[in-house]
């Protein structure tokens, strides 16, 4: 079944040690995704690629950056992680072609992110 | 901005019941999506609806799309307890390719 996969699951890191999350994807859609979600809100998004192309958004911190060597994958690098960036970390893609279709945003199951 | 209020907040209901939740906003949305996420994973998307007054039906759910444009519905008949989890609504921004999305429902189910 064509999907989006996130790996690892659990993520455990000590605070200002650096960690990478992974993305991948199945569906080959040209835009990938990450939110970051705390308990019981809303994801919340983080930054998205379109094909290569980066897109930040203006609240997020400097020390989310992000990677996306192929279509296939897409990374989120944690540069000195707090303790306030405990969350799950979210991974979703879409095909950008007409509307609607391009606004339907697939998911994948999430990082759970600890910081110790 | 775009907002979406999402309503209500939790529910907490007996199995077998129905249940009904909503999502309204003050701009036109051309696109409602509805997800469940439960404990631990990622959102699931339900229902996705495209056109104005549309109807749409997944098993026991049901979702319509508001002829204003400015509201959509999510009915669940006859909830049993792996309905339980958190009913996010959501819209895609007027321009890019971002979503808005609504506070969430908690969904908790009596057996």
């Known amino acids: 079944d064509a999907m989006v996969i996130q790996n690892p699951r659990y993520q455990v890191t000590q605070f200002g040690k650096p960690v990478t999350l992974s993305c991948s994807q199945t569906?080959?859609?040209?835009?990938m995704y990450w939110y970051q979600q705390k308990s019981s809100q809303a994801p919340k998004l983080l930054f998205h690629?379109?094909?290569?192309?980066?897109?930040n958004e203006a609240d997020t911190p400097d020390n989310f950056q992000s990677r996306r060597p192929n279509t296939s994958f897409c990374f989120l690098d944690i540069r000195s992680p707090g303790l306030g960036d405990a969350a799950m970390y979210l991974c979703?893609?879409?095909?950008?072609?007409?509307?609607?279709?391009?606004?339907?945003?697939?998911f994948g199951p999430g990082t759970r992110l600890t910081v110790l | 901005g775009q907002q979406l209020n999402q309503s209500p907040q939790s529910m907490f209901i007996q199995e077998g019941e129905d249940v009904s939740m909503n999502c309204t906003s003050s701009?036109?949305?051309?696109?409602w999506l509805w997800y469940k996420q439960d404990p631990g994973e990622g959102p699931v998307l339900l229902i996705a609806?495209?056109?104005?007054?549309e109807l749409t039906s997944n098993g026991r759910l049901t979702a319509q799309f508001g002829i204003t444009r400015k509201d959509s519905f999510l009915n669940i008949s006859a909830s049993i307890p792996s309905d339980v989890g958190i009913y996010f609504c959501?819209?895609?921004?007027?321009?890019?390719?971002?979503?808005?999305f609504g506070a969430g429902t908690i969904l908790r189910v009596k057996s």
């Open positions: 979703a893609t879409s095909r950008d072609e007409e509307r609607p279709t391009t606004d339907t945003q697939y």
């Open positions: 569906l080959n859609h040209n835009v």
């Open positions: 690629y379109y094909d290569k192309d980066f897109n």
């Open positions: 701009s036109i949305f051309n696109t």
């Open positions: 609806l495209y056109k104005a007054g």
């Open positions: 959501a819209g895609p921004m007027e321009y890019g390719n971002k979503l808005v």
